[in-house]
């Protein structure tokens, strides 16, 4: 018999599940599990238990020996499967980043919000994050290509040191200490316009939206409600955050309409 990696067999669960017609939500609750621990097993990301794997059968109406089967098949599924793992194999993708267009997005977040007293490192890297996972949710292309880290305090961009040290010592940016509610705060200033001719139409008012809902908000309410978000809460702590956890965001996150 065959050895189905994880992500296999997540694939398989998340079929069966769907030809039950039951959500992630649906199915946790009848197992007593989260919703976030579904979403990593069907994603591959975390190793099932016995007990888990037998409870997940038995709510499925599918023996654990037939999910594992070299014939496994759900007949009621058989097109609408091979439609979307077809879909599902030309969106995945490994994001690369797009130095210049990131420099840009950067320097626009910041000509719009810099002058703004709450307006600090963190929020910076929320505003950057929700433009980028908000964008590929959407269209499901990357908007900078930059790739997220899970840390303690929310998604950090990768590669933005070096970015904004090469910036700094351009000129582009400046680096400035402040005091904020008794909080040391770290800021930053743009010395030049961003290059706007960068951006498509679609590019610009996915940002504009971002700017616009979460610029005001605290670091402590911006980096509480990053942490309820799916594409963090399905990852581990210092892992690189996966964009296809996008697809498995509900409101308030949810920028698209899947009806």
């Not at 039951?22 to 946790?28: F, I, P």
């Not at 709450?118 to 590929?136: H, I, P, Q």
Request: hydrophobic letters at 35%.
């Amino acid at each position: 018999m065959k050895t189905l990696t994880q992500k296999e067999l997540g694939k398989r669960i998340a079929e069966l599940r769907k030809s039950k017609d039951l959500s992630q939500e649906d199915l946790a609750k009848s197992i007593n599990l989260s919703r976030t621990i579904i979403t990593q097993i069907e994603l591959g990301k975390r190793k099932l238990s016995v007990l888990e794997f037998k409870m997940i059968s038995e709510t499925l109406s599918m023996s654990i020996d037939s999910i594992l089967s070299e014939d496994y098949k759900i007949s009621s599924m058989e097109d609408i499967d091979i439609e979307e793992s077809q879909e599902t194999d030309e969106r995945i993708s490994i994001p690369e980043l797009k130095t210049s267009k990131f420099k840009n997005i950067l320097l626009y977040i910041l000509e719009k919000c810099a002058g703004k007293a709450n307006f600090g490192e963190t929020l910076l890297y929320k505003l950057l994050y929700f433009s980028d996972f908000n964008y590929y949710e959407l269209y499901e292309e990357h908007l900078s290509g930059a790739q997220y880290k899970k840390l303690p305090f929310g998604p950090v961009p990768q590669k933005l040191d070096s970015i904004i040290l090469t910036m700094i010592e351009n000129g582009q940016l400046k680096r400035i200490k402040t005091e904020y509610h008794g909080f040391r705060q770290t800021r930053y200033l743009p010395l030049e316009k961003p290059n706007l001719s960068t951006f498509s139409a679609r590019e610009k008012e996915i940002i504009d939206k971002v700017i616009d809902q979460y610029s005001d908000w605290s670091t402590t309410a911006i980096s509480d409600y990053s942490h309820k978000d799916m594409p963090w809460l399905a990852s581990e702590e210092g892992e690189v955050i996966d964009y296809e956890l996008a697809f498995y965001r509900e409101a308030p996150f949810s920028v698209r309409n899947y009806d």
